[in-house]
């Protein structure tokens, strides 16, 4: 973090740290315009230059580190309505390499595109500044051509470059899009972070200690929190981006957070967001979907897609559609299970075979959300493990640095120290398995959940079975009632003929049903003469 840095006005009770910061900068690699020395008369007339102009023909700010002014930096428009402004800066030799020209030209880029009437912001460098080059590129500036071959102060040659940054979301003149510094790579990607970014310290203490952890290659961190009730927590909205952008500066970890309108776009763009994901109950609205694909038009950053909520293939496929058409290309998606009619021990059902068919029919990057398809820290482990054995890209796992006193999703959540564990734990199949053994591990998956859905069936009718017993033995009524038995078996065997079952099947598995049944409330009435 940077401690303590802000970028002020000009006021002309600066005049003598600015002679002070002119005479003492280190000149290489500045313009020949900074006079030297640099004299009263020059500070006076250029305060007074800045005091005319400023948000009409430029932005100027003084870099101020705790109380001192520790450089300069401007963007400034010739007048001539060509939608363009030129990033300057200096910084005295002793701030350098600190991260303060990076965040300095972020700073005063947002506010020149605020304040001016300009869509791109241009920048020349020399080729030997390589530190300043990098502050450019960090910041989303892209090369675009050698402007000439100069002289510099020391006699040395080095190429003039001019850099360009388009305000998010424009194409350039030749309708190239707007390519952001340092997209992170789709694949074998963990993405860990809080359900919510709640306050500064614990998105700071969650992203330092989630940075140890190699396997860790993003940070996530909600902004903004769907609920399902009102009152709810819903999120700390901007001033939680300015909290996660900063973790993103202390650890280095690219950022992502989910967005759900254009506006959220918007601010997500303007505070350094790496990628984005759209949340399950975003993807089942394509109204919704639609209109985040046309704010994100033109913008290359990644755009993970979670699954509806609904267990809709086709809504989930429909929004990869609609992001393409938008011509975004860097798209994932993200399993988070699945709402299910009745209760069953995930929060969302994972129905495997979904995500799985999907990335059969659009050959797209999966990871699996294993924290919200659990609802709570006990399954997790099982279930990374069976996406990581269905061939899962990634996982995205839910972390706090005190996870009982989270906002949001606390029983889910885990501290980096438990997903170290828990990632120690994993066994990481070889991707080389080819598309059969994937194909076959969606089949399984599905019988598993099918299966599954048996055993809970069951369970439920024991559990009526019991209070049958129950009741008959209250109401001294007889436990083996074998009239009805082989009525409804023949029904059932009748009904399983017609769905193409064998009536051998159907009579085993109905006689091993009720024979446990009948042992059960054999029990409880047993249990009644004891
Ligand atoms: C989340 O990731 O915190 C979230 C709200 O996810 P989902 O949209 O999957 O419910
Ligand atoms: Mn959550």
């Known amino acids: 973090m940077i401690m303590n840095l802000m970028l002020k006005q000009w006021t002309i009770d600066d005049k003598a740290e600015l ?30 230059m800045v005091q005319m102009n400023e948000g009409k023909l430029g932005i100027f700010r003084a870099i101020v580190v705790g109380r001192r002014i520790v450089g300069s930096i401007s963007v400034e428009c010739n007048g001539k309505n060509n939608g363009k402004g030129e990033i300057g800066y200096m910084l005295l030799t ?28 241009v920048a020349k460098v020399y080729e030997l500044n390589v530190a300043s080059v990098r502050v450019l590129e960090k910041n989303g500036f892209v090369y675009d051509r050698v402007l000439e071959e100069k002289k510099l102060k020391d006699e040395e040659q080095s190429n003039l470059l001019l850099y360009n940054l388009q305000s998010h979301g424009v194409t350039t003149d030749n309708n190239q899009v707007v390519k952001r510094s340092d997209p992170p790579a789709l694949t074998n990607v963990l993405i860990a972070g809080p359900c919510s970014v709640e306050s500064e310290d614990q998105i700071l203490a969650t ?22 009730r009102p009152n709810a927590f819903e999120g700390r909205g901007e001033q ?9 500066h202390e650890t280095g970890l690219p950022i992502i957070t ?22 399950a109950r975003t993807v089942v609205n394509p109204f919704s979907v639609q209109q985040l694909a046309d704010a994100l038009r033109g913008v290359d950053i990644p755009m993970f897609i979670k699954n509806p909520v609904s267990p809709d293939l086709n809504l989930w496929v429909g929004a990869f559609e609609r992001f393409k058409k938008a011509g975004m290309k860097q798209l ?12 069953t021990p995930y929060r969302n059902f994972p129905m495997w075979e979904i995500p799985i068919e999907l990335t059969q029919r659009l050959n797209v990057t999966l990871l699996t959300d294993v924290s919200h398809i659990c609802g709570n820290r006990e399954l997790l482990q099982a279930t990374a493990q069976k996406a990581l054995d269905l061939a899962t890209d990634g996982l995205m796992i839910e972390c706090h640095i005190d996870p009982d006193s989270a906002l949001t999703d606390a029983k889910q959540q885990i501290t980096p120290e438990a997903l170290k564990q828990l990632l120690a734990s994993l066994t990481f199949r070889s991707k080389q398995s080819g598309n059969a053994e994937r194909d076959l591990a969606g089949l399984r998956g599905e019988i598993d959940d099918i299966d599954s859905e048996l055993l809970q069936l069951l369970a439920r009718r024991m559990e009526v079975s019991a209070q049958i017993g129950e009741y008959k033995k209250h109401n001294n009524v007889a436990v083996v009632q074998m009239d009805r038995w082989k009525k409804i078996l023949a029904e059932h065997v009748s009904t399983g003929i017609d769905l193409g079952l064998s009536p051998l099947l159907i009579n085993k598995v109905f006689d091993a049903i009720h024979q446990a049944s009948i042992e059960r409330q054999g029990r409880i009435m047993e249990n009644d003469n004891e």
């Not at 390499?97 to 912001?121: H, P, W, Y």
């Not at 967005?259 to 759209?278: C, F």
């Not at 998606?333 to 709402?339: E, K, V």
Request: include cysteine; charge should be neutral; aromatic fraction near 12%.
């Open 94 to 121: 002793d701030y350098w390499s600190m991260g303060i020209a990076t965040e300095s030209v972020s700073q005063i880029c947002k506010i020149a595109f605020n304040k001016l009437s300009i869509d791109r912001i």
């Open 19 to 48: 002679m002070a910061l002119c005479n003492a900068v280190d000149r290489t690699y500045l313009s020949d315009r900074l006079p030297y020395p640099y004299s009263d008369a020059n500070a006076d007339w250029w305060l007074e």
């Open 332 to 343: 994932a998606a993200i399993h988070r299970g699945f709402a299910y009619y009745k209760e």
């Open 240 to 248: 939680g981006l300015v909290w996660l952008r900063e973790a993103k």
């Open 207 to 228: 992203a330092q200690a989630l940075a140890k952890i190699p396997e860790v290659k993003m940070l996530r961190g909600g902004i903004w929190k769907p609920r399902t």
């Open 258 to 279: 989910e967005v759900a309108t254009p506006e959220h776009v918007e601010l997500a763009l303007k505070y350094d967001i790496d990628a984005l994901w759209i949340g």
